[in-house]
């Protein structure tokens, strides 16, 4: 299984990146389409659409990957068994395929359910100005008393030691607010994404902030101006509402009337559904901890903390012992997965596969390689001056 793998390994293709998403069939050789695309090709706004930021979130793949592939073998059912912040279900939703997702991280299948719930839009208005309103009603008197410490006797470190208290007070006061309204897991995505941006620390360092930013410093974002830590979150809560609101209000234009099921558990072990076809984008070895990425969200939000399921964590290091572990989970998942498919169903697996690891994993789970892409990811900007390549997996079973 390895050798045939590396025998059909593939290069970039040459030409125009590929963009007429629509004009995808059954017919379509994906293998002779060239999927590396620039910010001139597939520009952020494309890349994010409507719900797809509605919070922000590290190692997911872009949504036109998935629709190429959807469109191409067209399931009637798919299946992600890493489903992170969605895209594969978002993505599902808006070509008229059910979907289910399973992911081990609490946060991850709140924002997925989230993005996929339905939605009053008028209802879902009224609930925001109103916890908007009274929130600032009951912040106002704070200003007659901005240098007495406002009392927060249940609140964690981590939030005492990330937030500005006057910020920690607006994210509090937002968060009792919309508790008990209809639609308060929606506000609980919107008051996680302003928690992000208000944190202590600096405005070109918010994926991966080492410890709080109390002081003036230079920021690499604006200019190498000087810019000073964030002390209030209020304007972050009334922009990523409202921009909330009108991001679910576009999905309701485009998103079909399908089935869409969000499982918090371990893709490794549950018992997967019978589908046609499955698409995922792994985590990567000793890259990112999931759990601890969100963690202001798991503080504010009180979530369980299940990190002990994580898959190749950051925390787990890149050992020797380290990566066999994670080749022994993912082949745990890919034989789940197999499992779950039908003969000739397929699973695409989008994986940055620097050590070289998916051939073994293929081989140990037994699964059958029908081809291999590989796709030239480019960055918006230079900062990071490395090339980074994506294989894609198209394994048959």
């Not at 494309?46 to 190429?68: D, I």
């Not at 369980?304 to 745990?332: C, F, H, M, Q, W």
Request: aromatic share 10%; charged share 30%; with cysteine.
């Amino acid at each position: 299984m390895a050798e045939a793998l590396n025998v059909q390994k593939a290069t970039e293709p040459e030409g125009h990146p590929f963009t007429d998403f629509d004009a995808v069939t059954p017919e379509t050789d994906i293998g002779r389409l060239n999927l590396s695309w620039s910010e001139h090709d597939l520009p952020e706004e494309l890349r994010t659409k409507h719900v797809n930021r509605l919070h922000p979130y590290l190692g997911k793949y872009v949504p036109q990957l998935v629709e190429l592939f959807l469109r191409k073998y067209r399931p009637k059912t798919v299946l992600d068994p890493f489903a992170g912040s969605g895209t594969t279900l978002v993505t599902a939703m808006e070509l008229g395929i059910d979907s289910t997702g399973y992911d081990v991280s609490p946060f991850n299948c709140l924002l997925m359910k989230v993005k996929t719930d339905t939605y009053d839009i008028r209802k879902l208005r009224r609930e925001a100005k109103g916890a908007l309103e009274i929130a600032r009603r009951q912040l106002k008197p704070s200003i007659f008393f901005e240098d007495k410490p406002f009392e927060m006797p249940h609140v964690s470190a981590f939030l005492r030691e990330w937030f500005h208290p006057k910020a920690l007070r607006e994210l509090l006061c937002y968060r009792e607010q919309i508790q008990h309204l209809h639609y308060a897991d929606f506000f609980k995505i919107v008051l996680s994404r302003a928690a992000r941006s208000a944190r202590l620390t600096t405005h070109f360092d918010l994926d991966f902030p080492k410890k709080p930013t109390t002081e003036p410093y230079k920021c690499y974002k604006h200019h190498d101006r000087i810019c000073k830590p964030t002390t209030h979150a209020g304007q972050f809560l009334e922009r990523y509402t409202w921009d909330a609101i009108e991001r679910v209000e576009e999905f309701s234009k485009v998103r079909r009337d399908v089935s869409v099921k969000v499982h918090c558990e371990d893709a490794r072990k549950s018992g997967l559904p019978r589908v046609e076809m499955a698409m995922t984008s792994p985590p990567y070895v000793g890259l990112i901890d999931y759990h601890e990425q969100h963690r202001y969200a798991f503080e504010l939000l009180e979530l369980p903390d299940n990190r002990e399921l994580e898959i190749g964590a950051a925390a787990n290091g890149n050992s020797a012992r380290a990566v066999e572990t994670y080749k022994d989970d993912v082949v745990a998942v890919a034989r789940n997965v197999w499992r779950a498919l039908p003969k000739g169903g397929r699973f695409v697996v989008v994986a940055t596969d620097k050590r070289g690891l998916y051939p073994s994993i293929a081989e140990e789970a037994g699964v059958q390689l029908e081809q291999l892409l590989q796709r030239n990811v480019k960055r918006r900007t230079e900062r990071r001056s490395k090339r980074l390549f994506e294989n894609i997996f198209v394994w048959q079973k």
